[in-house]
């Protein structure tokens, strides 16, 4: 038999590295010593473990003294507590530092050598909230910040990794002469954005969800700064409102994948200061019908559209122009497109969108078989919000064999059943029945002796 053998340095070594990263959770604060307390380094004399210079709150033991990996730490106002800057690189040492608000009117600076990875930074108090240039800030998780007169001043490197909310009617301001990244939605309420300089960026969308403090909204974007929404703009009606020509000023970059702002004048007004938005698509396919080769595509929003051109080709690289379709110009609901080509046939389609400049972009290619006899239904889009239609496109189907129709949840009890009549039109248009809640169904399609199956979202 084996037996494993620790030697009582190798627990000690293991006990110790156990300690290090703290499990119990600490709170501490700057023993003040004036309006603000400065860590420059990680040092025992006069730096961040200079244990003279903090105050065990709550909780422990703690590790140490001072705080380290899994602590809190508070900071607050300079004239009651104590404002807390940082200006080293805290996150080389304790990677997941907790900071929390403790007073009305708290601060918080990183300095312009300061590198600190907070895993939560918790608010609960009018803040101000620097980063100086050469500085960087990041918190892991979600952030809200909801206190009227709160500031968010960065000109560094601030990441914030679960989305970013300044929700309230309060006032609150957000400076960015450096660059701002946010992983997930920017919503936002009351909030003055200015981008002075550097870059302003959300892989999510830009929401104003109500016209809470809608007085107080209004974003700059200055020359040679840029501001990217990888999502969409969504504002609520009365977002935005005011004189839009100030409350809205672009001059530098501003681009996103659509803007929906529920009837105001809000996208209009982005547009003609030179923001990028450009015809969101959210549905393109072809198929080969009794009547010719039918392309449907679907637009989530448009700005600046002026046509649609659809061209052929026998061979990729040799396409010509068979049809030019007419835009909706500016629209934010979604808006169906579908013609069928019945002269000569081609091997390849694709579909080209122009804007009133000329400039344009090319959306896809589709590639047909045009000697196919086989029999096919195609179910398009799997992916539909309520009261959209869903599309069957049949495609060498004979006039007299039978088609049925069954709409299944996903435990298989059937919320619908259609017995269709084939027209001379190759499509059918099936709505999903309004009774039906958001999530996941499956609708089947028997042709004859042969049945096809899709599942469908509801949004």
Known sequence: ??????????????????????????????????????????????????????????????????????????????????????????????????????????????????????????????????????????????????????????????????????????AKTFNNSGDTYITGDFTMSATDVNITAGSFNVTGSWVIPNAEGNGNNAVEVASGASMSIGGSVNFDNQAITGDLSTKIQISGTFEANGCNDNGSSVCDEIESQGGDLPVVLIALFGVQTDEGYLIKWTTASEQNNSHFIIEGAHSIGQWKEIVSIEGQGNSNTPTDYEIVLKREQYRHYRLVQYDFDGSFEIFGTLTQEISSTNRTVQIIPNEINQGQFVNLLFSNIDSDIPITLQLFDLIGNVLDYQSLSRTASSVYLYKIPSSSRCGYYVLSVLVGNKRYHQKILVK
């Open 1 to 170: 038999m084996n037996f494993l053998y620790l030697k009582p340095l190798s627990f000690a070594t293991v006990l110790l590295l156990f300690i290090e990263s703290n499990i119990f959770g600490a709170v501490f604060k700057p023993i003040p010593t004036g309006s603000t307390v400065t860590f420059s380094n990680n040092s025992e004399t006069g730096g961040w473990r200079d244990t003279s210079k903090w105050s065990l709150v709550s909780g422990g033991p703690a590790a140490y003294n001072y705080p380290s990996e899994g602590d809190e730490v508070q900071f607050g106002n300079p004239g009651h507590e104590t404002g807390l800057v940082i200006n080293f690189n805290l996150a080389a040492n304790y990677p997941s530092i907790i900071l929390s608000s403790n007073s009305d009117g708290s601060e918080l600076t990183i300095g312009s050598d300061g590198v600190v990875t907070a895993s939560a930074l918790n608010v609960s108090d009018r803040v101000t909230i620097t980063v100086n240039s050469g500085g960087a800030f990041t918190v892991t998780s979600a952030v809200s910040i909801t206190n009227t007169n709160s500031i968010i001043d960065n000109g560094g490197t601030l990441r914030l990794q679960a989305g970013l909310t300044l929700p309230g009617g309060g």
